[in-house]
């Protein structure tokens, strides 16, 4: 009796585990692969994204270009985070330390292409004096790295859809052109791995910062020289400190509104 009872509740029940088993295997084996929000989910909520965006602010049509294919948590975060400055309106340029390929700079100026983007790097990787300058050596910041660049190769790698952005070349913060002296920025991506050039950009980028502006420093929960340098300046300034889960562990930096 109980043999023909499981066999009809097994038929019964096969397209419904099969329709689910293909959405898992399509999402990359988990069911949380994809926020809520992304229309590749399995639920996707329509009615909250017509409402209130998703991942765009409401009533508006940005373009998410979507990188970091292994590392969503680092995509979706940086485009959300761009989606909180124009959403708040917060005033200000943008800017990148530490480019390499390009592959961030591309998602944050396809998705804020008004804004005018600074992007700095020595694009023939570490320096020496940085790689001495580390507090805590490790295997993989001791020796030169991220060299295999240029700047015709990151550009190319943008595709930039206008003139927005400022490509600054040299060792920072000497690189700082006078434009970037007098500057208010309101987004700015610190993932230079090393102490030095990361502890320069917070001490550059915050106090040009909008109230309400956001620095995210790559690597925080990765890179013992980004770890030291993000300790060091939250010890002395006020402001608001969030980690993140994504692969390298970054950290959202924002300074509050009600700052001077």
Not at 180 to 209: K, N, T
């Amino acid at each position: 009796m109980l043999r023909p009872l499981v066999q009809r509740l097994r038929r019964t029940l096969q397209p419904s585990l099969a329709w689910l088993g293909r959405q898992v295997s399509r999402q990359g084996c988990s069911i949380q692969s994809w926020m809520d929000i992304d229309e590749r989910n399995a639920w996707f909520p329509p009615e909250f994204r017509q409402r209130y965006g998703g991942f765009n602010p409401p009533g508006e049509q940005r373009e998410y270009v979507r990188i970091f294919e292994h590392d969503r948590v680092r995509s979706d975060m940086l485009v959300l985070l761009l989606r909180e400055i124009v959403v708040g309106k917060v005033p200000g340029s943008m800017a990148e330390l530490g480019v390499h390929h390009g592959g961030s700079a591309r998602l944050i100026h396809h998705y804020c292409p008004e804004r005018r983007f600074y992007l700095l790097d020595t694009f023939t990787g570490f320096t020496e004096a940085d790689l001495k300058a580390e507090s805590l050596a490790v295997a993989f910041n001791t020796a030169p790295a991220f060299n295999d660049t240029n700047v015709d190769l990151v550009r190319k790698n943008i595709a930039p859809v206008n003139d927005s952005l400022e490509f600054v070349p040299g060792w920072f913060p000497a690189s700082a052109t006078p434009a970037m002296q007098q500057e208010r920025f309101a987004f700015v991506h610190l993932d230079a791995d090393l102490e030095a050039p990361i502890l320069a950009g917070l001490e550059f980028f915050w106090p040009r910062l909008s109230d309400g502006g956001i620095v995210v420093v790559h690597d925080y929960n990765g890179w013992p020289g980004a770890r030291a340098a993000v300790d060091g300046f939250r010890q002395r300034t006020p402001l608001v400190a969030i980690p993140m889960p994504d692969k390298c562990g970054s950290i959202v930096l924002r300074k509050p509104a009600t700052a001077c």
